[in-house]
């Protein structure tokens, strides 16, 4: 059965660093997500993205996270100056159509020290 | 904007009870439904969907859900838990034609079965 996979399963990073978090969709899915989930709290949505342009994006989302779809395959989400409240676990989702299922990784957990 | 919110934070039962998980959302058009499940250090999974149709809609692992629209309400069921059903439980929605056709998450609910 097709699986979206993502990489690092789990990374470790200082206060400041940049972190690039890297998904694998599902092959002929088109729309692609990025959510995340502090320990204990709800799955909250980051951006979505369709066409090679971000479609919607959450306050999170701020001008420290950026997203690429750089050779057709691969989906990266990059945080360029890593904070305390980053750690997270971040999933990685993809769809095929609109108003289809979403597919989820298993997910990347990011540790911020 | 969309939202969603589960009533329950935490419910603990022990095997053969009837599991009900509430969930309530707000958008106002037209809605999918969904309810997804977190086993313990394990990636989302899609339990049930509903698009359109039957209300009662029937997943996996005997789970089902009635959608309701006059009370905006999409609640889990399952009429005899088991141990293998501890997990989180997180209701979403779709709002069809909402901007990025992004899912919103409720808060989830953390169901523990006693043996």
């Known amino acids: 059965e097709p699986e979206v996979t993502q990489t690092p399963s789990h990374q470790v990073t200082q206060m400041g660093q940049e972190v690039i978090l890297r998904c694998v969709p599902i092959s002929n899915h088109l729309y692609f997500y990025w959510y995340r989930q502090i320990l204990g709290q709800k799955v909250e949505f980051l951006v979505s993205?369709?066409?090679?342009?971000?479609?919607?994006k959450s306050e999170i989302f701020d001008d420290q996270f950026s997203v690429e779809r750089p050779d057709g395959s691969n989906f990266t989400l990059k945080i360029r100056s890593t904070k305390l409240e980053d750690s997270a676990m971040y999933f990685c989702?993809?769809?095929?159509?609109?108003?289809?299922?979403?597919?989820f990784g298993e997910g990347s957990r990011l540790t911020v020290l | 904007a969309q939202s969603v919110s589960q009533h329950n934070h935490h419910v603990i039962l022990s095997e053969a009870a009837s599991l009900e998980l509430g969930c309530n959302y707000s958008?106002?058009?037209?809605?999918?439904l969904f309810w997804y499940v977190q086993y313990p250090g394990q990636h989302l999974q899609l339990l049930l969907k509903y698009f359109s149709g039957d209300p009662l809609v029937k997943g996996i692992k005997g789970f089902e859900a009635e959608f309701i629209k006059s009370k905006f309400s999409f609640n889990l069921r399952k009429p005899s838990v088991q141990w293998s059903d501890t997990a989180e439980y997180f209701c979403a929605v779709n709002g069809v034609g909402a901007a990025g056709n992004k899912l919103t998450f409720g808060g989830g609910t953390r169901v523990l079965v006693k043996p």
């Open positions: 989702a993809s769809k095929g159509g609109n108003g289809g299922e979403l597919f």
């Open positions: 958008y106002g058009g037209t809605v999918n």
């Open positions: 993205f369709y066409n090679n342009e971000i479609s919607e």
